[in-house]
């Protein structure tokens, strides 16, 4: 992707010097993301580790600038999805922190996870079992347990006995054991109580036993935000570190977290003034109901945009004014610019985030789109410049 460069006399509103072959950007708030993590660090208090997840390349946010902010702040490892962020995070400079692969791993890949040093996730007997027999040195793993998701692990009826065997392989050391439990509204924070305890319980048999397991963890951002019980000494959060809810209003109050995808921006390239002009075709056919201008941005489904579905009205902020959304094709989207005043070429469009009193927020553009806010980050992810604000 092409770097923000600044070549041209053209200047933003804050007097920095503006691209203008760059038309969409995303801005991504680094103090935001130091923020969050004092809080969480507040929540689950002193001696809990913090393994922030940049699954997804941080869920779609500058995965490299995120890694080295989270271990800047002493996060005590970083959380990775694949292979592909691990390496990410490697290559932005991070050689000595603890990396941990939550999964995407076959046994025949375990090598090239040891190789960068990384703390594989063993979730069936197979990974255990490749690396036992790939090394010769003492090989640190992650011992993933399906408590009750049904997804990856070894399901927590019979885990104690399949952690005790891996711990006996030559050469693997049982660094952390964990679990997930994701959940959103109040039923599912009844079975994640219900399932960490059994979790708890599988931990303290093996204590019991004689395995003592340096790092155990059960929580992501949904536990950690709710505040689900737990005898661990780590967590892993991930979303709500960027500043995206967990849960509904309702279960908690999320207010004091600070979105990390502060901005998406894009500018006019296009004013159609005269409505006389608009005929019902196949995009005049909102538009031509609009009595005042309409206005294209660069900003289409190629770029992430989706239209909200029916029963939604979406909205971008163009001088600090609604310009409701009228059409989003592949390559660009329509705005009704009726309440903007005297809209010219150029122009900042604000399609997440603040411009005057007005914001729209990324549960704004997943309630429009009836989609989560994972889908819609992810959507977005790598397909615009990002302009990283230190
Ligand atoms: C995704 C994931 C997390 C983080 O989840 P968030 O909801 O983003 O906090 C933690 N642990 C595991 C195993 C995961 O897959």
């Known amino acids: 992707m092409k770097p923000l460069t600044a070549e041209t006399s053209e200047r933003d509103r804050a007097g920095r010097p503006v691209d203008p072959t760059i038309l969409n950007r995303m801005e991504i708030d680094l103090k935001a993301l130091d923020h969050n993590f004092r809080l969480v660090r507040k929540i689950v208090g002193p001696g809990v580790r913090i393994h922030p997840s940049v699954k997804s390349g941080a869920y779609g946010l500058a995965i490299s600038d995120v890694a080295q902010r989270f271990a800047a702040l002493g996060a005590e490892a970083i959380s990775c999805g694949s292979y592909e962020d691990a390496r990410t995070v490697r290559d932005a400079g991070l050689t000595d922190t603890d990396v941990v692969v939550f999964g995407t791993i076959l046994p025949s890949g375990i090598p090239a996870y040891l190789d960068l040093n990384l703390i594989p996730t063993v979730h069936n007997m197979e990974l255990a079992e490749a690396v ?11 011992v993933k347990v399906d408590a009750g ?9 019979t885990a104690e006995a399949a952690i005790l065997k891996i711990a006996r392989m030559p050469n693997v ?3 952390g054991i964990y679990t997930h439990l994701p959940f959103s509204d109040a039923d599912g924070a009844r079975w994640a109580q219900e399932r960490t305890a059994l979790f708890d319980a599988l931990i303290d048999r093996l ?3 004689g395995l003592s397991v340096p790092v155990t963890q059960a929580r992501s951002s949904p536990g950690v935000i709710f505040g689900i019980n737990d005898s661990c000494n780590s967590v892993a959060p991930g979303g709500a570190l960027y500043g995206k809810p967990p849960l509904a209003n309702d279960l908690a109050d999320f207010s004091a977290f600070r979105p990390v995808l502060s901005a998406i921006r894009s500018r006019l390239i296009h004013i159609s003034p005269d409505a006389a002009d608009r005929t019902p075709g196949m995009f005049g056919r909102y538009a031509h109901r609009v009595t005042g201008a309409t206005g294209v941005i660069p900003f289409g489904r190629k770029d992430g945009n989706d239209a909200a ?17 009228l059409a989003v094709s592949s390559e660009q989207s329509v705005l009704d610019l009726s309440n903007v005043p005297d809209p010219k070429l150029g122009d900042d469009v604000t399609i997440l985030g603040r411009d005057g009193e007005l914001e729209v927020t990324l549960p704004d553009l997943a309630r429009w789109r009836e989609t989560g806010m994972n889908d819609v980050l992810l959507m977005m992810s ?4 990002q302009v990283i604000r230190q």
């Open 309 to 325: 579905r029916s029963g939604h009205t979406s909205f971008a902020i163009v001088k600090g004014v609604k310009a409701p959304v």
């Open 207 to 209: 204590r019991r036993g």
């Open 173 to 175: 050391v049982v660094e």
């Open 382 to 385: 790598g397909r615009m410049p």
């Open 149 to 157: 998701l049904g997804r990856l692990g070894f399901p927590i009826r």
């Open 132 to 142: 036992s027999s790939c090394t010769t040195r003492p090989a640190r793993v992650y």
